[in-house]
């Protein structure tokens, strides 16, 4: 059974972080825990093209991909505090995606290691997940993106725990926020 928590925050709690890091699950499980709507970039963008994200690289390209995530984090962004919102995971690369994601909320970046990814990752293949095709693919991308994702993150929560202990962590460190503005 999961306990809501009180949750009137005056910003959006923004899940970012790389590939398999469980930001879907933990934002799935906030939504429940905190009764606030969530809102998941890749979803938004396959609700609104009608096909998969992998469909969406291999039929018109990354950079079609990434203009349609702009968009859609500038309206996610733009909706009425509080929500939770899963960014996809290259999303935190572009600066006008920070800009927007940090005008309207704090960035939680979900960190897992290295090893942990890989044995998450597993079994995606190109079919869910476009930009992995093999192992060596994940290290490469995992290590030219670590810095760029800790330096947007307001907060930086280790997934070593329970879903649950998760989101715990996250709820606490937005109340403490909220607290401080009031
Ligand atoms: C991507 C991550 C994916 C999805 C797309 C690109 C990336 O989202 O947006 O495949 O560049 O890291 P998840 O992080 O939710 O898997």
Known sequence: MVT???????????????MGCGKTTVGRHLALQSGLQFIDTDYC?????????SQIFATYGEAHFR???KNCIKKA?????PVIISSGGGSILNIENIVNL??????????????????????STTATR?????????????????EKYLQAADFIISTDKSVSAICSEILDLAKIQTEQKN
């Open 4 to 18: 809501k928590k009180n949750t009137n925050f005056h910003f959006n709690i923004i899940l970012c972080g790389f």
């Open 67 to 69: 203009k349609l995530e």
């Open 77 to 81: 962004s733009a909706a009425p505090t």
């Open 102 to 123: 940090k005008k309207s909320g704090k960035i939680f970046l979900l960190y897992a290691p290295l090893d942990t990814i890989i044995s998450r990752l597993g079994t």
């Open 130 to 146: 476009p930009l992995i095709p093999n192992k060596s693919s994940i290290y490469e991308l995992f290590f030219s993106r670590r």
């Open 45 to 53: 963008i396959e609700t609104e093209v009608g096909l998969s994200v």
